[in-house]
């Protein structure tokens, strides 16, 4: 059991040291800014209620977003769905497709849907208002993943994305594209390490002629499952480029049984905020080799910056997912 806990330690420290030299010295993007935030908020209420601390875990749907190696695991198709309830008029909402393929490899296709109404325009430098103004953001991706043997997942995200606002001097809009790449190795049976970047080589391209980059960002993350994988532990770290701290997210997920499960995790960076969630997994009744289960997450109001989180600010965040 000590030797258990002294790998594990080894592992957790040389995650966080490899996401801030990658970042510092390799993928920093010097003029990102904080263009399409959203895509860093996170999907799907079972992770985020563990914290986000999935990108070693990845076994449903959602691992089209938490680290696209991992949909190798699955093992029928799934199509899952997440409704949030945020505040300030904004709306995040995800649905996603996978379906395994031959010779271990995997497909997925996923729409994340973000806006915010009733933005308030204001005119400089009287700062007077002059109307209000819709922003709208949307991300398709495609995942595709196979299986390298000795353990070894490779995966990867083509993501185009779109955003527009209608100010009063007129529509503006943008489109862009970026990279995901993640890799997922099952080091032992029971034990997983994951490594994701996100949004390499990422933009957005605006009709005015602005071009915004997106920051990469970096998640290295393992997973441990004990008591007859009936409790999952997991541990991710997350740096994205022009933040000067990484963020650390913890997460446990416990199954009383084959239908009830839950799950209690933390996140912390700037501060630490603890999250919750539970699931109910059923047969569809009509279709008994289907399953139909909910989940939920009691998580933080976070955005991209923790530094911007109110802690008193809370949502709640439902998944739908169903397997065939």
């Not at 990867?156 to 862009?176: C, D, F, R, V, W």
């Not at 999952?232 to 499960?261: M, P, Q, T, W």
């Amino acid at each position: 059991m000590k030797s258990m806990l002294n790998g594990i330690l080894i592992v957790i420290t040389s995650l966080f040291l490899m996401t801030n030299v990658l970042v510092s010295n390799v993928l920093a993007v010097k003029d990102a800014g904080q263009a399409a935030r959203y895509l860093r908020i996170g999907v799907g209420a079972r992770a985020l209620g563990m914290g986000g601390a999935f990108v070693a875990v990845a076994d449903d749907a959602s691992a089209c977003y938490w680290n696209p190696a991992g949909l190798v695991q699955l093992k029928n198709k799934e199509v899952q769905a997440m409704y949030s309830l945020l505040s300030i008029d904004r709306k995040y909402n995800f649905l996603n497709y996978a379906q395994p393929l031959k010779d271990d490899r995997c497909f997925g296709v996923s729409v994340v849907d973000f806006g915010v109404g009733d933005i308030r325009e204001t005119k400089s430098p009287e700062d007077k208002n002059i109307g209000m103004f819709d922003d709208q953001e949307n991300a398709l991706i495609v995942s595709y993943a196979g299986n390298m043997e000795n353990g070894l997942l490779l995966g990867g995200n083509l993501k185009y994305i779109t955003q527009s606002m209608n100010p009063s001097e007129g529509k503006q809009s943008a489109y862009g594209i970026s990279i995901d790449m993640g890799m997922l190795w099952k080091a032992k049976p029971n034990l997983t390490v994951g490594l994701l970047l996100q949004d390499v080589g990422g933009s957005l391209k605006w009709n005015t002629g602005h071009k915004d980059c997106l920051p990469v960002v970096i998640k290295a993350g393992t997973a441990y499952r004990l008591m007859d994988n009936n409790l999952l532990l997991a541990f991710d770290v997350e740096k994205v480029a022009h933040n000067k701290k990484s963020r650390l997210h913890l997460g446990g997920e416990y199954n009383l049984n084959e239908n009830i499960a839950f799950r209690l995790g933390v996140i912390s960076a700037y501060d630490t905020f603890p999250t919750a969630g539970l699931s109910l997994k059923f047969p569809l009744l009509l279709f008994t080799k289907q399953t139909f289960c909910i989940d939920y997450a009691f998580a933080p109001d976070t955005f991209s910056d923790f530094e911007e989180i109110d802690g008193s600010k809370y949502n709640h965040r439902v998944s739908v997912v169903v397997g065939f």
